[in-house]
C-alpha cells in the first residue's frame, strides 16, 4: 500500500480548500432547500385535497426512483437546450436538493401522520385554520419526532454531493480529480478528501445527535 504523501496536501493546499468550501456551500444550500421543499411535499400528500396528495406522490415517487446522476444531468443540460444553461454547481445544487426533499418528504409524512388526528381537531376546534393547525400544531410535533431519519438524510446529501464532480461542480471530487491527474497520485489524494468529507459530516452528526437528546428531553 502506498504510504499518505502529505506534500500533496500541502502543494496543492488551495484547490483543497477550494472544493471543500464549494461542497459546504453546496451542503448547506440544499439542507435548507431540500427541508424546506420536503416539508410542503410531505404536507401535500396529507391535505384534505386530492390534487395536492397526487401532485405530492408523483413528485416523491418519480424523483425516488431516479439515479441522483440522471437529475443532475438533468438540470446541467436541459436548460441550455432552452437557451439558459446552468453552471455544474448551480445545476448539482438543485438537482441534490430536490433528490434529497423526496426523501425528506416520506420522513415528515410519516412523522405527521404519527401525531395523534385529536392535536388538529383541538386545533380546529379552537378556532385555526387547516394551515394554522398544521404550521403551528402538528409540523412541530412532527419534525420532532423525525429528526433521527431526517438527520440520516442530511448526512447523506453532503455524502451526495460529490456527484456535482460529473458536471463540473467544483466540489471536493472535482478538485481531487484535477488533483490526481496533476501529480499521477491517487491514494494520498483520496485519503485527503476523505478527512476533509469527514470535518463536514462528524460536527454535523454531533450536532444532530444533541438536537435530538434535547428535542427528547435529555441533557
Not at 431526517?150 to 471536493?172: P, T
Amino acid at each position: 500500500m502506498d504510504k499518505l504523501k502529505f506534500d500533496i496536501l500541502f502543494k496543492y493546499w488551495d484547490m483543497y480548500l477550494e472544493g471543500f468550501w464549494n461542497t459546504l456551500q453546496v451542503s448547506l444550500i440544499a439542507l435548507v432547500g431540500s427541508f424546506i421543499l420536503g416539508t410542503i411535499v410531505a404536507v401535500m400528500r396529507i391535505a384534505p385535497f386530492k390534487p395536492l396528495n397526487w401532485m405530492g406522490t408523483v413528485f416523491v415517487e418519480f424523483i425516488r426512483n431516479i439515479p441522483l446522476i440522471l437529475i443532475v444531468f438533468f438540470f446541467f443540460l436541459a436548460p441550455s437546450v432552452l437557451g439558459l444553461p446552468l453552471s455544474g454547481f448551480v445545476a448539482g445544487t438543485v438537482a441534490l436538493t430536490i433528490y434529497t426533499a423526496a426523501f425528506i418528504a416520506e420522513s415528515v409524512r410519516a412523522g405527521i401522520q404519527a401525531v395523534p388526528k385529536g392535536q388538529t381537531e383541538a386545533a380546529r376546534a379552537s378556532g385555526l385554520t387547516y394551515n394554522q393547525a398544521m404550521c403551528y400544531v402538528v409540523l412541530p410535533q412532527a419534525i420532532k419526532i423525525v429528526i433521527p431519519p431526517i438527520g440520516n438524510q442530511f448526512l447523506n446529501l453532503v455524502k451526495n454531493s460529490s456527484i456535482l464532480s460529473v458536471v463540473a461542480g467544483l466540489d471536493l471530487m472535482y478538485y481531487a480529480d484535477l488533483i490526481s491527474t496533476k501529480s499521477f497520485v491517487t491514494f494520498s489524494v483520496y485519503i485527503f478528501v476523505a478527512l476533509f468529507y469527514l470535518v463536514i459530516t462528524i460536527p454535523l452528526s454531533i450536532g444532530l445527535s444533541y438536537l435530538e437528546r434535547r428535542m427528547a428531553g435529555v441533557r
